[in-house]
């Protein structure tokens, strides 16, 4: 459905909702909340706590010294964008306030409240917020580990490999060359990221190698704003790109990295000179040996307060939790940490959570001056769910005329830049 007025002034106040719930938590308890993981839920948290909650004592947990986002990491794939303007350093959480811890954590005993690091110290907490991101599944696909990553990359987890590996294949690819992307099925990080993609991919190629191919196998017969995709690859790219849903066997279930062939379900050998495989994933190892995950891998949370259903003051955020409908999303995970914040300021003062309301637009570049965007508003009570009449879709091509749609998807391309902007600002500026 068209992102229409009337159904943005639906989702305004609900949206104005997530910066005014945390101002109904009246009482300052002081107490201290530990984080782990500095990435998209954790350093908004710890922003957050720092700048509504000034009596926390607010400890950030960050196994790196810097933080490589994957929002825009797929530009870097199309020239516009180096490695280091998406790339941030903590100084600036520190300088307010926040106690930076530059190990891994190792484990967490929720019994005596603490969280062991890799030096073998003990961090205390009184509240932990727990955003650790995601684990790769190696060997979910037969063949693939992580030695054959290094020749057929991933590229999905910058703290592991950074895009520059895929961008580095990609510019030495031969002449007419195939790039192959393997789609692994839902849940996974960011629904409408392959398809981000393979859009900066083509508009790589389209510069620099326009006979080449891209052949994209994917394990759903579905994706995120597909209409919108396809409607944008016919026509930036056309003969280009070559997408297969798992009904026309595209679900891949082996790789030969020393071949360069993805082998799909019913035996076809897809060769590529380059081969992106993402991989089936979940929550990050900490989440999971702490036993906050369920078995699916994913860790499940209740839906009013991002509280873990499995373990008692640990809040778990971004793309570890289960929190379909919300995709798992940088913004997704900026919101969770909000309230997250907001309910452990709440819970240390013996108030009740205030309401929940989430956010989430995951815009998407698709050429130069071209984005697309979804936006859903949710509400987190016994169960998350979107609220009806909420959000929307930017437009297809049919319903947009000549200029008025090269304007609209231009415009939505500057909407996106301001938006990295201003959550990356929010992180760590
Ligand atoms: C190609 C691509 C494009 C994307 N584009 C967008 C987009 O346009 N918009 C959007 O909203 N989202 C986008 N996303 C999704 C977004 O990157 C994730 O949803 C988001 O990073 C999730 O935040 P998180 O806090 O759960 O994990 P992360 O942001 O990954 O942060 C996890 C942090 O935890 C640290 N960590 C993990 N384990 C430990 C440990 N044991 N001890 C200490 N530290 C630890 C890691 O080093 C990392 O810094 C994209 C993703 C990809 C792959």
Not at 189 to 194: F, I, K
Request: proline fraction near 8%; aromatic fraction near 8%.
């Amino acid at each position: 459905m068209p992102i229409s007025r009337r159904r943005l002034i639906a989702a305004a106040p609900l949206a104005a909702g997530l910066a005014v719930a945390p101002s109904v938590v009246r009482a300052q308890a002081p107490g201290r909340v530990v984080i782990i993981g500095g990435g998209f839920g954790g350093a908004s948290a710890a922003r957050f706590a720092r700048d509504r909650f000034p009596h926390l004592d607010v400890t950030l947990i960050e196994q790196s010294r810097s933080f490589t986002t994957c929002p825009y990491g797929n530009l870097v794939l199309a020239g516009r964008r180096d490695i280091g303007s998406i790339t941030f350093g903590y100084e600036r959480l520190a300088a307010r306030g926040v106690r930076l811890v530059h190990q891994r954590a190792v484990a967490i005993d929720p019994q005596r409240k603490q969280v062991r690091l890799a030096d073998g110290v003990d961090v205390p907490y009184d509240r932990l917020v727990v955003s650790p991101g995601i684990d790769l599944r190696w060997g979910a696909i037969e063949g693939y580990d992580e030695a054959a990553s290094a020749r057929m990359p991933h590229c999905w987890v910058p703290g592991l490999q950074p895009v520059t590996a895929l961008a580095e294949q990609l510019r030495a690819m031969p002449q007419g060359g195939t790039f192959v992307m393997a789609i692994p099925d839902n849940p996974f990080r960011c629904p409408p990221g392959p398809y981000e993609r393979i859009s900066m991919v083509a508009e790589y190629l389209k510069r620099h190698n326009p006979r080449a191919k891209i052949i994209a196998l994917d394990a759903k017969n579905g994706f995120s704003k597909q209409p919108l995709f396809q409607d944008a690859w016919a026509e930036l790219y056309p003969g280009m790109i070559e997408w297969r849903g798992a009904s026309n066997d595209g679900r891949v279930m082996a790789v030969n990295p020393a071949t360069m062939e993805c082998v799909t379900e019913f035996g076809d050998r897809v060769k590529g000179d380059v081969v992106n495989v993402i991989p089936p994933q979940m929550a990050a190892r900490i989440a999971r040996d702490a036993g906050l995950a369920a078995q699916s891998g994913w860790c499940p949370i209740k839906p009013a307060t991002f509280e873990s259903a499995q373990v008692p003051d640990i809040w778990v955020l971004g793309d570890a939790s289960i929190a379909a409908p919300m995709p798992k999303s940088g913004f997704a995970a900026n919101t969770q940490a909000k309230h997250a914040i907001a309910c452990i300021a709440a819970s240390l003062a013996g108030q009740a959570p205030p309401p929940a309301v989430y956010f989430n637009t995951c815009y998407s570049h698709v050429g130069e001056d071209y984005g697309i965007s979804i936006v859903g508003v949710y509400r987190g009570g016994t169960q998350l769910t979107e609220v009806e009449g909420s959000g929307g879709i930017s437009p297809r091509n049919s319903a947009l005329e000549g200029e008025r749609r090269a304007e609209h998807r231009r415009l939505e391309a500057l909407y996106a830049d301001g938006w990295y902007d201003a959550i990356t600002g929010e992180m760590f500026g």
